[in-house]
Structure formats: structure tokens, C-alpha cells
């Protein structure tokens, strides 16, 4: 098990290192803006961060909002629906640099923390996402006709982490700026960081819009996971190993689920399985009994 959870980590790292492949921004302190910062990818990844080559489709759901010509962006809305017809919250569990953080803050763990009020609690995020990404911004407007884009400006920590403290490490202009919005976002990270050491995914399961939008799409997705009943023997390790805590076999095509193959890898049974479209994508486990059931042919 822990080698396919390695592989993931390796995977979720080569993607964050891709997606703020603009490494001379941390020394230079400043923002690329290039041609593919036009491009949004289904992650959380900061357009503030200095390495960040694409923009946060939450963060551009906002610009555009808060443009007083534009009143919804459809585009990247519909890039959003698209991203999550196709695979869901797959994005959330290998590709998104925030979520690879989290995994790793939760490593530290030592002992879980489970909380009473889980399950309503993880309705906030879709709270966040209708008021403070979507109506707010375009009601609050000022003298201008221009919103705010409240969820970046007072609540993400991902930008706090990846654009705030590496910008002011490395330019020295931008600290005497630093005011009391700030030290409220830089509050609000801690906490976040603090708790997804205990809570496994904090952030994405009470907190991240994106999440949120995705989720929307589990119902649809072309990436599924089902469940052979016939060989579930009911042992109760999926639900166990879930980083979101929610049991696979019940809920494994849950709007919670991040798709990253735990279960899957961990079931003794082989009973958890993933198809794209209809197409049955094969466990790790099964190809390696079929090589071995193939070896044996062989010499036989």
C-alpha cells in the first residue's frame, strides 16, 4: 500500500512542480504573465504565486465577475463543467499543489481528530462558493461598478502560502504594505495548516469552492468507481484509508471523493473498481496477479 501512496505523492509533486514552473519568480519576487496564465487548470494554484504559469479558475471566475463589462464568466465556467464531466474531483487527489500539501501536513498526524458536526459542516463549502465567490462579488460593487473577489482577498490561505510569504521573502518593497488584511490571512493559514494535520484534507472538505464545483459533477463523471458486491467480504480497510473519511462502499461515487485510489489499491478482495466511460481500468493488484498467473503459464 505504501508504495502505490508514493506513487501518488510522486505524481501530485511532478504537477505542482509543472503548474509554478516559473522557478525564477521565487528568487526574482515577481509574477509571470505570460501567454498561459490565460489558461485555467481544475487545481487551486494561486495566479499571485511566483511560479504559477496558469491562473486559479476561482480566482478568474472573480476577475471576470468583478469586471464591470462582464457579469458571469461562462468560459471558464464551462471549462470547469467540462474538466469535472470528464474526471470529477480526480484533479483534487493527484494534480492540485494545495491538496499535495495538505497530504503531507497530514503525515505529522499522530492522532486523528474526528468532528461531531462532519457532515453538515462539509455544506460550507458550497455556501462559500454561491456567496462569496459567485453573488457577493457582483453585488458589492463600488462607484466603479467593480466587486471585490472576496474568497481571494479574505479567505484563501493558498494564496497566502504560495503568493504571499514567497513575494515578501524575496521583495522587500512589497512588506511595508503589509497591513491588518494580512495578518488576518496569514491567521487564517496557520489555522488551516494546523488543522489539516489533524483533519486529513481540512481545507477540502469544509472550505475549497473548486472542490465544491467539482463535486457537482460526480454524478455525471465519465471517471467512476463501482463496487462488485459479489467479493466485497466486508472488511471495512477502505473506509479506513479514506483521506476524506467517507466509506467507499457506500459512497464511492460521493461528491467527497478526491479519486485517489486508496481503496481501490487496499481492498484484499478486489471488490472497489474504476472504469472511464464504461472502459474498466485495472488495479495495480489485479495486473500484478495476471503477470504472475501469466509467468506461471509460461514455465508451465
Known amino acids: ?45 494561486c495566479y499571485s504565486c511566483p511560479g504559477a504559469l496558469t491562473s486559479c479558475p476561482i480566482g478568474s471566475l472573480q476577475a471576470v465577475n468583478n ?16 474538466f469535472g464531466i470528464l474526471a470529477g474531483r ?8 494545495f491538496g499535495f500539501l495538505q497530504d503531507l501536513l ?14 453538515p459542516l462539509r455544506y460550507l463549502k458550497y455556501l462559500i462558493l454561491v456567496l462569496l465567490v459567485l453573488l457577493l462579488p457582483s ?3 463600488n462607484e466603479y461598478n467593480l466587486g471585490s473577489p472576496l474568497f481571494c482577498k479574505y479567505i484563501c490561505p493558498a494564496g497566502t502560502i504560495e503568493a504571499g510569504l514567497p513575494l515578501l521573502l524575496v521583495n522587500t518593497g512589497l512588506r511595508s504594505l503589509v497591513g491588518v488584511l494580512f495578518s488576518w490571512k ?10 489539516s494535520i ?14 465544491a464545483i467539482l463535486g457537482i459533477f460526480h454524478p455525471v463523471s465519465l471517471y467512476r468507481f463501482g463496487l462488485d458486491a459479489t467479493k466485497c467480504i466486508d472488511c471495512g480497510i477502505c473506509a479506513r484509508v479514506c483521506p476524506m473519511d467517507i466509506d467507499p ?28 466511460a464504461g472502459l474498466s481500468i485495472p488495479n495495480a493488484k489485479v495486473r500484478a496477479a495476471e503477470r504472475k498467473k501469466d509467468r506461471k503459464t509460461e514455465k508451465a
Open 90 to 97: 480526480f484533479y483534487c487527489g493527484w494534480l492540485c499543489p
Open 67 to 82: 469586471h464591470p463589462g462582464f457579469n458571469f464568466s461562462f468560459f471558464v465556467a464551462g471549462l470547469l463543467a467540462v
Open 139 to 141: 453585488i458589492l460593487v
Open 249 to 276: 462502499i457506500t459512497e464511492h461515487n460521493s461528491p467527497e471523493c478526491i479519486r485517489c485510489r486508496n481503496c481501490i489499491n487496499i481492498c484484499p478482495a478486489s471488490a472497489i473498481t474504476s472504469n472511464f
Open 186 to 195: 496569514l491567521l487564517l493559514a496557520i489555522l488551516t495548516v494546523v488543522a
Open 106 to 119: 497530514a503525515k505529522i498526524r499522530k492522532k486523528k481528530i474526528e468532528l461531531k458536526l462532519d457532515r
Open 1 to 45: 500500500m505504501a508504495r502505490k501512496v508514493n506513487r501518488r505523492h510522486l505524481i501530485q509533486a511532478v504537477g505542482a512542480l509543472a503548474i509554478n514552473g516559473n522557478l525564477k519568480g521565487f528568487v526574482s519576487g515577481s509574477i509571470y504573465t505570460g501567454n498561459s496564465k490565460q489558461i485555467c487548470l481544475p487545481v487551486l494554484n
Open 198 to 211: 489533524f483533519i486529513t484534507r481540512f481545507f477540502c472538505r469544509y472550505i475549497c469552492p473548486l472542490g
